[in-house]
């Protein structure tokens, strides 16, 4: 009998905000919309032709069904039936054809790993691909207990070869603690790059090491106490997880292997993990704005890196949809506030809020107490940009302004070399502005910042900046401090703005090196 994915499997992983322009979408026809999609599968239409059987379908097959109006395509060994969704495509026709009637798992991954295909595309589940994947050869072996012996970790990828030296891991124990050792053979570790979570007494600890995630996996043999430890000897890449035991009793072994444990491979190919964080407070910033807090569980340990988002999903009429957002402080003066929890337990988002939208409405109902989905951090933007700057510049349209709060954060805090940021940040009104008083506060209190305020749709009072980004406003804005000054640009704003900013920037002889995108 096939098995059906479950509809709460994670999405695979996700960099949707990328270093370089974005994917094109498709003006879709009235009545295609994504809501439109969701009625249409629960409308108990036959949206595969096979009248509800599963079958097991072979390459030859798969290769017959390559038209528009026959088209199926292999995701990860399960076949769908994609034709009925190509009017809803937001990435158009052309794109789903291109894999018609094949594996179309590397084009998936290319465009959009961040999507849940297996909730989105449930009805079109035509069966599963009848050749299995083999097993690699030690993977009988790796079932042994975990008796505390220095393993050797799985390279899963032949690529991975290429990438760092394979971790390692140890572990010991005293009456009360057991200690997981993590061996990174990387000096560039801190608390950020490690992300551990304890549930229902599986124990997954995922260290990211340049591209490359190195996975401890693990079915504990004893049970432990909510929540643990995590540390960093950041000069010899050393972590050291501590376990609070629940009895004092000696343990034999760690436990029983899981799913793709001691492995290391590209972070690229690692699935997205979810864990429930709950909803602390949530506070009005504009007039369609607001400022999200929640609170990870006592069971986590996660710590967004600058220039990184994490993706919340939510079950909206029966279907997973997931959306990228990018962590903010809960103010630009956190420093002066004093947290009623532990920082590291907190995570804010400045989201807006679309009235006849989908997902950003069923967030806003979301009461106190109640919880949200929030995946593992993704992305592509490097702390090592930062090295030696002297001149940051930031352009930011309406929400593109969150990745910039803590760019803009760890640059005025952290870069010795620095002498100048500045903020290009356009809005359609002053009342669109976010977190305008605080961003003036921060320029009069620190000389290197400076901010520019642009309006498309400004009242007769504006004295500032009006328009829309141009070859004339970013010449002005772009000078740096020294002719010689190491500089670096970041975009953020809505697609067009974007893809507009890159262009000009482009146009203005600007180098891909020296230019940020966080690209929706």
Not at 22 to 46: A, C, E, F, Y
Not at 488 to 493: A, D, H, T
Request: aromatic fraction near 10%.
């Amino acid at each position: 009998m096939l098995n059906v994915p479950s509809q709460s499997f994670p999405g695979p992983s996700s960099q949707q905000r990328v270093s370089s322009g974005g994917r094109s979408k498709v003006p879709l026809k009235q009545g295609r919309s994504l809501m439109d999609w969701i009625r249409l599968t629960k409308s108990g239409k036959d949206l595969t032709g096979l009248k509800g059987r599963l079958i097991e379908v072979t390459e030859e097959e798969l290769k017959k069904h390559n038209k528009k109006d026959d088209c199926w395509i292999c995701i990860r060994g399960f076949v769908y039936n994609v034709s009925p969704y190509m009017e809803y495509h937001p990435g158009g026709e052309e794109e789903l054809m291109s894999a018609a009637g094949s594996d179309g798992t590397d084009l998936f991954d290319q465009v959009h790993r961040w999507v849940n295909y297996e909730s989105m595309l449930k009805e079109c589940l035509v069966g599963r691909m009848a050749i299995k994947p083999a097993f690699p050869k030690d993977y009988h072996e790796e079932k042994r207990l975990l008796n505390g012996m220095l393993p050797k970790s799985q390279v899963t990828d032949p690529l991975a070869k290429e990438g760092p030296s394979s971790p390692s891991y140890d572990w010991f124990q005293t009456d009360a603690l057991v200690t997981i050792v993590i061996y990174t053979k990387q000096k560039d570790i801190n608390l950020d790059s490690v992300i551990a979570d304890h549930r229902d007494n599986s124990f997954r600890a995922e260290t990211v090491i340049k591209d490359y995630s190195y996975l401890i996996h693990i079915a504990l043999s004893h049970e432990i106490q909510e929540d643990f430890s995590v540390r960093v000897v950041e000069n010899v890449g050393k972590i050291e997880i501590v376990l609070k035991k629940k009895e004092n009793t000696s343990w034999k072994c760690l436990g029983h292997p899981l799913e793709n444990h001691n492995s290391l491979i590209p972070k690229k190919d690692t699935g997205l993990y979810y864990r429930k964080c709950q909803l602390i407070s949530k506070e009005d910033v504009t007039h369609d704005t607001k400022l999200f807090c929640l609170m990870l569980p006592p069971s986590t340990h996660l710590q967004v890196p600058t220039g990184l988002h994490v993706y919340f999903k939510l079950t909206i009429t029966g279907t997973e949809i997931v959306k990228p957002y990018t962590p903010v402080s809960d103010s630009l003066f956190s420093e002066f506030k004093e947290p009623v929890l532990p920082n590291n337990k907190y995570i804010y988002f400045l989201i807006k809020i679309y009235p006849a939208g989908l997902f950003t409405p069923e967030l806003d109902h979301l009461q106190i107490g109640d919880y949200v989905s929030v995946s593992n951090p993704e992305g592509n933007f490097k702390i090592s940009q930062f090295q030696d700057l002297e001149d940051l510049f930031l352009l930011a349209a309406g929400t593109g302004f969150t990745p910039m709060v803590k760019v803009l954060s760890y640059a005025l805090t952290n870069i010795p070399s620095l002498r100048k940021v500045k903020l290009m940040f356009f809005n359609k009104t002053e009342d669109d502005i976010i977190w305008r008083s605080q961003l003036e506060k921060l320029a009069f209190k620190d000389k290197r910042f400076d901010v520019e305020f642009v309006l498309s749709v400004p009242t007769s009072e504006w004295n500032g900046k009006r328009g829309y980004i141009s070859p004339a406003l970013l010449s002005e804005f772009l000078k740096r401090s020294l002719d010689t000054s190491k500089f670096l640009i970041c975009i953020c704003g809505p697609m067009p703005f974007t893809e507009q900013g890159m262009k000009l920037l482009h146009d203005l002889n600007f180098s891909k090196d020296e230019i940020h995108s966080f690209t929706a």
